[in-house]
């Protein structure tokens, strides 16, 4: 199935302004985005390596197109839903970032078999088995990265254990393709402040790259050497040795991001329309039809120094309200309250005023939605709606 903008002469002919949507739905600040995305391409520009933004969190070809150097791509995406979809419409150069479930290949194969360079991910010498035996059963080479475990965070080898290293590098090379190495520095999201990111970013960098050196050293191929974090992408101050920077949520950030310090509240680009319908005054209570169903149970701030509940509440405009959180949520109400410990009043809204949410884990509210409806500024006008997809 092909993506495709949603033609706005059929959806937005009741729907142009944010007055007029059914609630709760999802808004995209294109200026935002678009700044956004402007200022990690300049970065990584200026120290000389490739961006190959993960669409993970975007699950739109609409937005994509915004993110990627071509219409072909580079891309990464974290479910071979994604890796079908982006193909079907044009993009050609996917790394699929999360380790190979053999019983997936076949679908590989077929991407392959149609034009993708689709690239698996793997750490383990019985995937790199499987992915050489299914390589000379189809008689292609597949193309596999090594995964690389830089922080303990998750999975991949440990660029100490160079005996497994090789050992998954040679069982590749014997029918498939070994591509390269390839990390993720987790562990970032802890924060920690500037020099702590920087580190982390430093951290991932040397994983790599003393991996690839590994590789090379007994004759090996390791032509892509790839890390990948929106908080490292934004504080590595060295990226010697690594040819290419993935990140996905660069594209719209999210209130863990501005936790972190990476962004600024401002700069975030998602938000949740929710209407107001109801009160519980003596508890000090906006009620309104954005529950968790909406804006996820994502509570990534909870474990920061400010701690957004559910989400900041904004005005319409997308202005926040000073210490205005969702503090608590049911499957279709949100709970607007003021944040514990602050003396602010609760904003003076009328049932069927409206209000935007910032989410605190961009990828997990957008995974609640089927559209982004596209909005500039401060302004009220929908521009346009793009599809977004969800599935494995």
């Known amino acids: 199935m092909v993506l495709a903008t949603i033609d706005p002469t059929t959806r937005l002919a009741a729907s142009t ?52 150097s071509s219409p072909e791509g580079p891309a990464t995406v974290s479910t071979l839903k994604e890796a079908e979809q982006f193909a079907a419409a044009g993009v050609r150069d996917i790394i699929y970032a999360v380790g190979i479930a053999p019983a997936k290949l076949a679908r590989v194969a077929e991407l392959r078999a149609s034009g993708v360079d689709l690239v698996v991910t793997l750490d383990t ?3 790199a088995e499987a992915v050489a035996e299914v390589s000379r059963w189809t008689g292609t080479r597949i193309p596999a990265m090594i995964e690389i475990d830089c922080d303990g965070h998750r999975s991949g080898v440990r660029p100490t254990d160079q005996a497994q290293l090789l050992e998954i590098g040679q069982a590749l090379t014997a029918g498939a393709e070994l591509r390269g190495v390839l990390t993720h520095a987790g562990d970032s999201y802890k924060g920690g402040g500037v020099e702590a990111l920087r580190l982390y970013a430093e951290t991932e960098r040397l994983a790599v790259v003393e991996s690839a050196r590994i590789l090379r050293t007994a004759g090996l191929p390791c032509p892509i050497v790839s890390v990948g974090s929106t908080p490292t992408a934004h504080h590595a101050t060295d990226l010697a040795g690594v040819t290419e920077v993935r990140a996905g949520v660069f594209v719209f950030f999210d209130l863990v991001m501005a936790g972190l310090g ?10 949740v329309l929710a209407t107001v319908i109801g009160h519980q005054r003596e508890k000090g209570w906006i009620i309104t039809d954005g529950g968790w169903m909406s804006l996820s149970r994502d509570r990534g701030t909870g474990k920061q120094a400010v701690d957004q509940g559910y989400g900041l509440v904004c005005d319409v405009d997308g202005t926040p309200y000073q210490d205005v959180i969702v503090a608590d949520a049911n499957q279709e109400h949100g709970i607007i309250a003021v944040r514990p410990g602050s003396n602010v009043r609760l904003p003076d809204l009328a049932v069927g005023d409206r209000v935007r949410i910032l989410p605190n884990h961009a ?29 494995w």
């Not at 990476?262 to 938000?271: K, M, N, P, R, T």
């Not at 990828?363 to 599809?387: D, F, I, K, L, M």
Request: aromatic share 4%.
């Open 17 to 68: 302004s944010l007055e007029d949507l059914e609630t709760p739905c999802l808004v995209l600040d294109a200026d935002r985005m678009d700044r956004n995305v402007q200022r990690l391409r300049s970065r990584l520009d200026a120290m000389g390596v490739s961006l190959r933004p993960h669409l993970k969190t975007a699950k739109s070809i609409e937005v994509a197109r915004q993110v990627m």
């Open 125 to 127: 010498v019985q995937q």
């Open 262 to 271: 990476v962004c600024q509240i401002d700069d975030i680009a998602l938000s």
């Open 363 to 391: 990828c997990a509210t957008a995974a609640q939605h089927e559209t982004y409806h596209v909005v500039r500024g401060r302004s009220h006008a929908v521009e346009t709606c793009w599809t977004r997809f969800g599935g």
